[in-house]
């Protein structure tokens, strides 16, 4: 049964910083990993795909890698801003799509 | 950009009433999905739908559950008698033949009082 699991819960840091927020799967089976963005009470906003055979995908700020074998992806944001502030959910494709818990990313003015 | 729309956003229904939510797919999408998060929860898979069939279910998708494409365009969840546990977001997925990448839609807001 496919697990997904996102490291830290909760990480706050000053604005113009770069981070990077984990994700990791038990089961590498997947057909793609997929990341979104979540402001609060709202839905879901989807960032980045990747898909199964691929090392990592750019958007912007943002560069998100999978290591399938390793049960890994993380989210790279560069340059952060305030307006990056939201909860990040990481999301694993395989009959169905399994979500983290996620991150909640609070970026200091 | 085609997108997935739901209806209504928000719905406040009393305990032990009917509700169903719409979920308009992306055109040509053959396969539907629902989600629900219950609030500060995280987002859980309910049941996958294809054919004119349920592929999927989890165990939160109990007989109070059931879904339909009525008209072949709306793709519906109804709750039959709702109970205040069952307050949550509820999304809508679509998605295309081969493809393996979900649509979202906005998600309908299910309060039960």
């Known amino acids: 049964k496919q697990e997904v699991t996102q490291i830290p819960a909760a990480l706050s840091v000053p604005e113009g910083e770069n981070l990077v927020l984990n994700c990791s799967f038990t089961?590498?089976?997947?057909?793609?990993l997929q990341w979104f963005r979540q402001d609060p009470g709202k839905g879901l906003t989807s960032l980045l795909l990747?898909?199964?055979?691929?090392r990592e995908q750019t958007s912007g700020r943002l560069n998100a890698s999978l290591d399938k074998s390793s049960g890994r992806s993380t989210l790279y944001i560069a340059a952060s801003q305030p307006g990056d502030s939201a909860t990040y959910l990481c999301?694993?494709?395989?009959?169905?799509?399994?979500f983290g818990k996620g991150t909640r990313l609070h970026i200091l003015p | 950009e085609p997108e997935v729309t739901q209806t209504p956003s928000h719905q406040v229904t009393q305990m032990g009433q009917e509700v169903i939510l719409r979920c308009v797919p992306i055109?040509?999408?053959?396969?539907f999905y629902w989600y629900r998060q219950i609030l500060g929860q995280k987002v859980e898979f309910l049941v996958s739908?294809?054919?004119?069939?349920?592929?999927?279910k989890s165990e939160i998708f109990d007989d109070q559950f059931s879904v339909e494409r009525p008209d072949g365009s709306n793709f519906t969840l109804k709750i039959r008698s709702t109970k205040l546990e069952d307050s949550a977001m509820y999304f809508c997925?679509?998605?295309?033949?081969?493809?393996?990448?979900?649509?979202f839609g906005p998600g309908t807001r299910l309060t039960v009082t």
């Open positions: 999301a694993a494709r395989d009959d169905k799509i399994i």
């Open positions: 089961d590498s089976a997947i057909y793609n």
């Open positions: 990747i898909q199964s055979s691929q």
């Open positions: 055109s040509n999408h053959l396969y």
């Open positions: 739908f294809y054919n004119n069939e349920i592929s999927e």
């Open positions: 997925a679509t998605e295309g033949q081969g493809l393996h990448e979900q649509y």
